[in-house]
């Protein structure tokens, strides 16, 4: 290369020299070229002559290209078929270059991806993707757990309103606050020879809840209901009893919610509520009902005293 | 003309037929065809140098093809293939610039 460029050079400066007079310049190149007379008489005009003095190398092409064409010819003509079978060997070399370099440049233009990558840049690549992965598993993971707490977050407000609610309906079902319904008991206490002593009715009471009533109401004959809670009080009164500071007469229904079997067996054993009013002259009727709808509500005191823990 | 008539015939073939290239040449291929640049490049210079030789250039088309694909072959089984086909590359770019700086003298004498 460095050879080349300074062949460029020194060619150039041929060309370019012609600024300097024109018979020094012809001069030294009448040695040179050992070229006759035509050199002079081009030596005449010098601005002319700058540029034929070129045309030497000029002629230099146009000769190799008569050479080459002339050899050609001669050769072809000399001997045919050795110079075919190479000049075929040629032909086919070459076509297979043009096909495979349009093949190879079709794979590359095709797909600028991994096809054509090496084994040591592929496990590069597939490093660098599975530590990409890792990274992006773990940010799915960061984001999967904070969506799951936010949901969860919010499920559980929706899941605790829900529990509070059914809670607060549990618990006024229980404090007697809220009017219930359900599977349960119809008892009724009729007095046949003498009114129902409200130690009895205390006591089937008593016994309902010790068989898992969960809500009652006792009615009495005139149709008022009084709800059953844990302060409800039975006292005896003048031909009746008072439930709550509400007086009744008989015939007393209470109404209860619960496992119809087990609280009627509970009211039925031996010595139990049925026998006992029995024996007082009361005549006592347990209708199992699926569905018994206790009404009537306590009402609402407001506490003074006492406050919730938390 | 016949070996410009062949390379356009090829090209055309390649256009044609749109193969693909195996698996197992692609890592030569490119090689091979830069080899052969060299060699059509140089053949070339010798033709406009009117020193071309149809034996020469056939077996320096098919060892400079060869030579260059056992080189990169070698590479790959030392471990540094991208390295020495780069460096084949560069040998050839080299060398294909020489050839081309000599055709461009001899044709435009620039």
Do not use: C, H
Request: proline share 6%; hydrophobic share 40%; aromatic share 4%.
């Amino acid at each position: 290369m460095a050879g080349s460029a300074g062949e460029d050079g020194a060619r150039r400066v041929v060309p370019d020299a012609p600024a300097g007079p024109g018979e020094r310049r012809s001069e030294r190149r009448a040695p040179t070229d050992s070229v006759g007379a035509v050199r002079d008489t081009s030596g005449v005009v010098d601005p002319e002559e700058g540029e034929p003095t070129v045309p030497l190398p000029t002629d230099e092409p146009t000769v190799p290209i008569d050479r080459q064409t002339g050899s050609e010819s001669g050769t072809s003509r000399g001997s045919r078929p050795r110079l075919t079978a190479t000049n075929v060997v040629i032909a086919v070399l070459l076509a297979v270059l043009g096909f495979t370099l349009v093949v190879q440049l079709r794979t590359n233009s095709g797909d600028a991806s991994l096809e054509s990558a090496r084994q040591e840049d592929l496990v590069r690549i597939l490093s660098d993707l599975d530590a990409q992965e890792e990274r992006i598993r773990q940010e799915i993971a960061g984001l999967e757990e904070s969506r799951r707490q936010l949901s969860s977050g919010a499920q559980g407000r929706q899941a605790a309103l829900e529990e509070a609610r059914r809670r607060a309906d549990e618990l006024g079902i229980l404090a007697g606050s809220l009017p219930a319904r359900g599977p349960g008991l119809l008892v009724t206490f009729t007095p046949v020879s003498k009114p129902i002593p409200a130690a009895r009715v205390l006591d089937a009471v008593q016994e309902l809840r010790g068989a898992g009533a969960e809500a009652m109401q006792i009615t009495g004959g005139d149709g008022a209901a009084v709800r059953v809670v844990a302060s409800t009080y039975f006292l005896d009164s003048d031909g009746g009893i008072s439930v709550g500071g509400r007086r009744l007469t008989g015939p007393y229904t209470i109404v209860v919610i619960g496992d119809p079997k087990t609280m009627r067996t509970a009211l039925n054993i031996p010595g139990g509520v049925v026998a006992s009013v029995s024996g007082d002259g009361g005549n006592v009727t347990i209708q199992e009902r699926d569905v018994v709808e206790v009404t009537a509500v306590s009402p609402r005191r407001d506490l003074q005293y006492a406050r919730p823990v938390s | 003309m016949i070996a410009v008539l062949a390379l356009f015939a090829g090209v055309l073939l390649g256009v044609w037929l749109d193969p693909t290239v195996p698996s197992a040449l692609q890592p030569y291929l490119p090689i091979a065809v830069v080899a052969a640049l060299d060699a059509v490049f140089g053949g070339v210079r010798a033709k406009l140098d009117g020193i071309f030789d149809d034996k020469q250039f056939v077996v320096s088309f098919i060892s400079n093809v060869l030579v260059a694909g056992i080189i990169v072959y070698l590479g790959d089984q030392l471990g540094v293939g991208g390295q020495l086909s780069t460096g084949v590359v560069v040998v050839l770019g080299v060398r294909i610039f020489g050839n081309v700086a000599a055709i461009r003298r001899r044709l435009f004498r620039a």
